[in-house]
């Protein structure tokens, strides 16, 4: 029951992703629509591969029905992709500050560079906030724009991949037997790694 509601707390977690992701572009769809969307787009893209592209085709064939353009979808899909990445590094700093051994056990790095890798993690969360909140200039690239979100968009992706994440990690860690348990800060580190790997 527990992995259960893990479950449905990471797809909520999902589904949110991208209701932040269509207030960046200025768009407003039902929560149950979105949540339809959110759930096959991620349903899919995690079983068949190459998630960002194709989520970001269903996610083309739902929305652009809705009234969204293909570069308006392009900029949920990946911005949906940015958030998840945002939160596995904010999550991952606060690993790597308060659980520095781990990563020594799976990648021989000293707990020092674990410790300093987390926090260089955390600098860089904390810099993406200030530059919200700043309303620093975008990143150019070519003719490719790179702006910050809103401070209360940016202020979201905080919350909505972590709550993402700690579900995914709660599944394995409530499917888990008591004997075997590490517990649940392990779990979630392990989880995170496995990003890496």
Request: hydrophobic share 55%; charged share 10%.
């Amino acid at each position: 029951l527990l992995a259960f509601a893990s479950t449905t707390l990471a797809y909520a977690a999902l589904a949110w992703y991208d209701r932040i992701a269509l207030m960046h572009v200025g768009r407003k769809l039902s929560w149950p629509v979105v949540s339809v969307v959110s759930f096959v787009a991620y349903a899919l893209g995690h079983n068949i591969g190459v998630s960002v592209l194709s989520s970001g085709l269903v996610r083309y064939r739902a929305y652009s029905k809705m009234g969204l353009n293909a570069a308006e979808v392009t900029v949920v899909t990946a911005f949906c992709a940015f958030t998840f990445a945002y939160g596995a590094v904010f999550l991952g700093g606060i690993v790597l500050v308060g659980e520095p051994e781990l990563l020594s056990r799976l990648f021989h790095f000293p707990p020092s560079v674990a410790f300093m890798l987390g926090l260089a993690m955390l600098g860089f969360v904390l810099l993406y906030q200030a530059g919200a909140i700043l309303h620093l200039k975008p990143l150019r690239i070519r003719s490719l724009q790179i702006a910050y979100p809103k401070p209360t968009i940016a202020f979201r992706q905080l919350f909505a991949s972590p709550i993402e994440i700690i579900g995914a990690a709660a599944i394995i860690y409530f499917a888990l037997p008591d004997s075997l348990n590490p517990g649940f800060f392990v779990v979630l580190g392990m989880f995170l790694a496995s990003f890496c790997a």
